[in-house]
T-cell receptor
Framework: NAGVTQTPKFQVLKTGQSMTLQCAQDMNHEYMSWYRQDPGMGLRLIHYSVGAGITDQGEVPNGYNVSRSTTEDFPLRLLSAAPSQTSVYFC??????????????FGAGTRLSVL | DQQVKQNSPSLSVQEGRISILNCDYTNSMFDYFLWYKKYPAEGPTFLISISSIKDKNEDGRFTVFLNKSAKHLSLHIVPSQPGDSAVYFCAASERGSGGSNYKLTFGKGTLLTVNP
């Protein structure tokens, strides 16, 4: 029962570098999303996807790109890292329909530092 | 503008007593509410939820109460145990297109400490 798997767990970048945070789920969930957690800010939605080939912006999308080519994977790309993107990033997934539609299952997170 | 508010950053209770965590919301379109629990260096885990058509949902030691007129919900933990010490997030969603609620709006969280 892998659930939602995020890689890497830790990453240090220099300003201007690019990287991709990986997220994979094995629960055949339709809905996937990316959040960032900053001290005292709770979790804020970056991007989300309601199915393969469909993505949309959340509350704080600037500086991030996403794509959803398969049901299982939802990578988050930082195009040109900035110190303001230092945060803990969580990927989540849910069924997207029915009574359990809103119960999102989270990965363990990726802690990113941008110097 | 914060749509989901958890006004208490922290709460400390004695083992065996009741813990009450509070959450207020401003968006009247929210129709589903969830509580998540988060330990350090782990992702949030789902705890309990409630639909807006109910005013109470219970699961073991955990009960969530919803007061729609006051736009307020609370999580009761009875009895509290040291293992309950964690950050608790309140989250809410509103009915999206196609009848499916996709996006969660989170509060800032409350750190619960249960002392032995």
């Amino acid at each position: 029962n892998a659930g939602v798997t995020q890689t890497p767990k830790f990453q240090v970048l220099k300003t201007g570098q690019s990287m991709t945070l990986q997220c994979a789920q094995d629960m055949n969930h339709e809905y996937m999303s990316w959040y960032r957690q900053d001290p005292g800010m709770g979790l804020r939605l970056i991007h989300y996807s309601v199915g393969a080939g469909i993505t949309d912006q959340g509350e704080v999308p600037n500086g991030y790109n996403v794509s959803r080519s398969t049901t299982e994977d939802f990578p988050l790309r930082l195009l040109s890292a900035a110190p303001s993107q230092t945060s803990v990033y969580f990927c989540a997934s849910s069924y997207g329909a029915g009574l359990a539609k809103n119960i999102q299952y989270f990965g363990a997170g990726t802690r990113l530092s941008v110097l | 503008d914060q749509q989901v508010k958890q006004n208490s950053p922290s709460l400390s209770v004695q083992e065996g007593r009741i813990s009450i965590l509070n959450c207020d919301y401003t968006n009247s379109m929210f129709d589903y509410f969830l509580w998540y629990k988060k330990y350090p260096a782990e992702g949030p885990t789902f705890l309990i939820s409630i639909s807006s058509i109910k005013d109470k949902n219970e699961d073991g030691r955990f009960t969530v109460f919803l007061n729609k007129s006051a736009k307020h919900l609370s999580l009761h933990i009875v009895p509290s145990q040291p293992g309950d010490s964690a950050v608790y997030f309140c989250a809410a969603s509103e009915r999206g297109s196609g009848g499916s609620n996709y996006k969660l709006t989170f509060g800032k969280g409350t750190l619960l400490t249960v002392n032995p």
